[in-house]
């Protein structure tokens, strides 16, 4: 009987951290959740805030543009601290400060107050966004990473699915305060699953933060940020654009000088010495870019050209990220067996089918002829996601491991922010023939059907260029 007993408990302690890996992931995964749809779901309450605050578009902006500027300029300072301090604390401290904030947000009584609670957001989201991918990598085996990574990509995607719908519904509902104050059940759940399950990071030797690094970097990553943003309200010829661009470039020198010096730097360069992890990083930038941008055209395609509600643009921009989302873990078990590379290659090949196709769309067309085109573009985007981001984090020490997610996260960010004013000049440029200041509202159908369709038949160039990159970098492994 004590021999039974001994092995029933053997058995379940054997079982246990497979059970706690998996509630590790959900722990993440709610975190991840609510970052992702949080970045999207304020977009569709702007006019609202418009109107109910009192404010003007110029302000509102600040609504959305002050969250994005704190994750991106802090992002790699939060990985580096992840990787000295350990990564569950900051975790935690991200969530907290991510549900106390909506919380402040959804109170806010002006446009100001709200502005500032978006900022403290994004302190809060900074931390989720850096960390989350290292802790699952941590936790999972090396055996299972695609399937962990494929899981946390599906969740990426279900948040950028959900966002734009959900908060559509609920402003409809119950107001515009309720997209923020919907993020308290969820904080509240994740911090309790992430202070229960997710275990301490082992402790390294003692490393001394670079304080001057970090805020070097953070100019940088600031002043292109407003420069891209700036450069689509003023013009990239305009003067404030210009001197912010010119300054990141002048810091982004500076900073590479100061941590190639320094015994601890916040960014080990070294680490870019692996082939493996810099042309990964630097594809998943270019598709990144890519997507990002060009999906900026398809709702004046949708509304201007085939005149459907936004409810219907909604949905059927929706389709996308929901493929996507479901392909990911698919395509995780796939790199655990296969491999990388070939799992890399075929998802951006299918986003070049994508692109290519719907670059055919005309004025003509029904909703099963717009499914049909996307439909390959989400297949590729939910294939290529986890096997880069294992690529990448799987190039790593284990000690850097913060840090790689931290640059994991802004290849995500600044592909938008690159790719969003470039495929709008691009789409504004071939649709309006070059005429500057002219009303993209105005024109005629035949016009911007010609825009959107070059723009995505230079999106699917793009993604041959990364298709290029991935299959040097297979080449260059083999012969390893």
Not at 380 to 409: E, T
């Amino acid at each position: 009987m004590n021999d039974r007993s001994e092995e029933h408990q053997s058995v379940k302690d054997s079982q246990q951290p497979s059970v706690r890996k998996w509630r590790v992931m959900l722990g993440i995964g709610l975190g991840v959740l609510m970052y992702t749809i949080d970045t999207s779901i304020v977009n569709i309450a702007l006019p609202t805030l418009i109107e109910n605050l009192h404010t003007d578009f110029a302000t509102v902006q600040w609504v959305g543009l002050s969250y994005i500027l704190v994750v991106t300029s802090l992002v790699l300072g939060a990985a580096r601290l992840g990787d000295m301090l350990g990564k569950k604390p900051l975790y935690l401290g991200g969530l907290v400060v991510f549900t106390v904030s909506s919380l402040l947000c959804g109170l806010a009584p002006s446009i100001e107050v709200l502005i500032a609670a978006r900022a403290l957001q994004g302190f809060g989201a900074v931390m989720i966004s850096a960390l989350g991918a290292a802790i699952i990598v941590e936790v999972f085996p090396t055996s299972e990473r695609g399937k962990a990574l494929g899981i946390i990509g599906a969740v990426v995607s279900l948040g950028i699915a959900l966002g734009p719908s959900v908060g559509g519904v609920l402003i409809g509902i119950a107001g515009w305060r309720s997209i923020f104050l919907v993020n308290l059940p969820i904080g509240i759940l994740a911090t309790f699953v992430v202070t229960k399950y997710v275990p301490h990071t082992r402790k390294t030797q003692p490393q001394r933060f670079d304080f001057w690094g970090s805020v070097a970097i953070s100019v940088v990553l600031v002043c292109f940020s407003l420069g891209m943003t700036e450069g689509q309200r003023y013009g990239f010829t305009s003067s404030l654009p210009l001197g912010l661009l010119f300054l990141g470039a002048i810091g982004l020198v500076g900073f590479i000088v100061l941590e190639s010096r320094i015994a601890q730097p916040m960014l080990d360069l070294s680490l870019f010495r692996s082939r493996t992890f810099s042309l990964s990083l630097l594809t998943g930038w270019l598709v990144f870019m890519t997507l990002g941008g060009s999906s900026i055209v398809i709702p004046f395609f949708l509304q201007l050209v085939m005149h459907y509600p936004i409810s219907h643009i909604g949905l059927l921009m929706a389709v996308t990220p929901v493929i996507g989302g479901l392909v990911s873990p698919l395509a995780g078990n796939l790199t655990d067996r296969f491999g990388t590379r070939s799992i890399m290659l075929t998802g951006i090949i299918l986003m070049t089918i994508g692109c290519l196709a719907i670059s055919t769309l005309d004025g003509n067309i029904r909703d099963l002829d717009y499914l049909l085109r996307v439909i390959p573009l989400g297949l590729g985007w939910g294939m290529f996601q986890s096997p880069n981001n294992s690529a990448i984090l799987g190039a790593v020490p284990p000690q850097r491991l913060g840090i790689a997610s931290g640059l994991l996260s802004l290849t995500r960010t600044l592909g938008q922010t690159t790719g969003l004013p470039l495929f709008a000049a691009i789409f504004a440029a071939i649709a309006l023939g070059g005429k500057n200041g002219s009303d993209l509202s105005l024109a005629a159908s035949e016009a911007i059907v010609s825009g959107f369709q070059g723009t995505f038949q230079i999106a699917a160039l793009l993604l041959t260029i990364a298709a290029a990159l991935t299959m040097l970098l297979w080449r260059m492994e083999s012969q390893q």
